[in-house]
């Protein structure tokens, strides 16, 4: 059976965190019943049959990211009407430009006060999209420079990769270096996170290119699943 649409679905990595956010929604959405799961899966799950009408989700250090980015533009096209919040400090800025392509989905970090965490809550309950500030990162990076990371995610090692791709050693070095900083990747930790997510990234990259449509930023258009 369909529930009421002013729910709202939350996942934590976190059960601490889980105790936190449960806090703040009574604080903020006293009149919308909160749903929680402990499984990520589950939850994008449960969003077909709850039809929530925002889904927040937290990611700590103990998440596995893998998946996450095409879960999300999954959800995307199932779920329209539906807000994304996606609260964590990993990877925040690359969040944010994908996001630029999902009308509903927004990020927020982590430690962001508890002020303004209830206001992008209320907004995102509040109005048909959520505002938001414009991503400075470019997620459209060149079929070169996904190419590389993949392989490295794969255990290539740079000669390696630059045999395959039949360039110098020094070229590939380069086109990763601009790579990271063009996605604002500036710790080991932000680049094994980086690893985890880049064929996603790739795949949804590939399609934002031949559907030059959807590159429209913050469209009212649905993005459909990658």
């Known amino acids: 059976m369909l529930m009421h649409p002013q729910h709202i679905m939350f996942y934590s990595s976190d059960k601490l965190a889980a105790l ?21 899966s589950e939850a ?6 709850r039809h929530p009408r925002l889904f927040i ?3 700590h250090e103990n998440m596995l ?11 995307q096209q199932r779920y329209p009407s539906m807000h994304v919040l996606l609260l964590t400090r990993r990877l925040v800025p690359l969040f944010n430009g994908v ?8 990020v927020m970090d982590l430690k962001s006060p508890h002020k303004a965490i209830i206001n992008r809550i209320k907004a995102c309950l509040g ?5 938001r500030a414009a991503s400075t990162v470019d997620i459209m990076l060149s079929d070169r420079a996904l190419q590389a ?10 000669v390696q990769i630059a045999r395959h791709m039949a360039v110098s050693t020094k070229t590939i070095n380069a086109c990763k270096m601009q790579a990271l900083a063009a996605l604002h990747i500036k710790t080991r930790h932000e680049m094994v996170d980086l690893l985890m997510l880049i064929d996603e990234l790739r795949m949804i990259v590939s399609w934002l290119r031949m559907r030059p449509e959807a590159k429209s930023r913050l469209s009212d258009a649905t993005i459909a699943a990658v």
């Open 20 to 40: 936190g956010l449960q806090g703040v929604l009574e604080a903020c959405a006293s009149d919308y019943s909160a749903y929680q799961q402990w499984s990520f």
């Open 44 to 49: 994008i799950a449960e969003c077909g049959k």
């Open 57 to 59: 989700c937290i990611f």
């Open 65 to 75: 990211l893998t998946g996450t980015l095409n879960a999300f533009f999954t959800l």
């Open 99 to 106: 996001g630029q392509y999902l009308p509903q989905f927004s």
């Open 127 to 131: 109005a048909p999209k959520s505002a």
């Open 149 to 158: 990371l993949l392989m490295q995610a794969w255990g290539c090692s740079i």
